[in-house]
């Protein structure tokens, strides 16, 4: 497991291959493994494959621009309706999409919807506009996936910071 975190890098550039959807599949699989509050399973994910329609998706933020360079993206959304955790639970989807995407040999990166702000102003209700997302959902984030273009070196050792972990209490710096 941990060897799966630690190649786990937010990837923003992918190769124009395209995902097979046995891994697509497998991928929402382990989003649909991930715990909820209360069980509430209230997620829903948007597979979105149209060229034109991730060209749009890219423009949401300014940090979203590859979303149009990955053959495939996935729009994390939530009902609520359904459940009261939406930033929790989409977002503990999200890692699990991140990781299986890597376990199967593709790539992503988490580029946040909600509470973010773009060129045609709020974020995520630019994104529901164009996904036809009905009031109710929320959108947390998009994760785009794809073959890798770029190779970023794996979390190492030197990033276990022992400092940051406390016996009992929290102990600030002295
Ligand atoms: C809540 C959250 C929001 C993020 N939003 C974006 C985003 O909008 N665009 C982006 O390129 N990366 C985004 N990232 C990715 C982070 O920049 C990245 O995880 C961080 O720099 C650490 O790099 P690593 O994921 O390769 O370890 C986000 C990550 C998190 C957890």
């Known amino acids: 497991m941990l060897k799966v975190i630690r190649e786990r890098r937010s990837i923003r550039s992918y190769l124009a291959k395209d995902v097979e959807d046995e891994k697509l599949r497998e991928v929402l699989k382990s989003a649909m493994f991930a715990p909820s509050s209360r069980g509430g399973r209230a997620w829903e994910f948007i597979v979105i494959r149209n060229d034109e329609t991730r060209g749009a998706l890219s423009d949401a933020t300014p940090y979203a621009l590859f979303v149009r360079d990955a053959p495939v993206a996935i729009a994390v959304c939530y009902d609520t309706d359904a459940g009261r955790r939406f930033k929790e639970d989409a977002s503990i989807c999200a890692e699990h999409i991140h990781?299986?995407?890597?376990?199967?040999?593709?790539?992503?990166?988490?580029?946040?919807?909600?509470?973010?702000?773009?060129?045609?102003?709020?974020?995520?209700?630019?994104?529901?506009?164009?996904?036809?997302?009905?009031?109710?959902?929320?959108?947390?984030?998009?994760?785009?996936?794809?073959?890798?273009?770029?190779?970023?070196?794996?979390?190492?050792?030197?990033?276990?910071?022992?400092?940051?972990?406390?016996?009992?209490?929290?102990?600030?710096?002295?």
């Open 99 to 174: 990781l299986e995407a890597v376990n199967q040999g593709l790539a992503s990166c988490f580029v946040q919807v909600a509470d973010a702000k773009g060129p045609h102003g709020d974020a995520e209700d630019y994104v529901k506009g164009l996904l036809g997302i009905p009031d109710r959902y929320r959108v947390q984030c998009i994760m785009p996936i794809g073959y890798p273009a770029e190779e970023l070196p794996e979390h190492s050792d030197s990033e276990f910071d022992e400092s940051k972990i406390h016996s009992e209490k929290l102990q600030e710096p002295a």
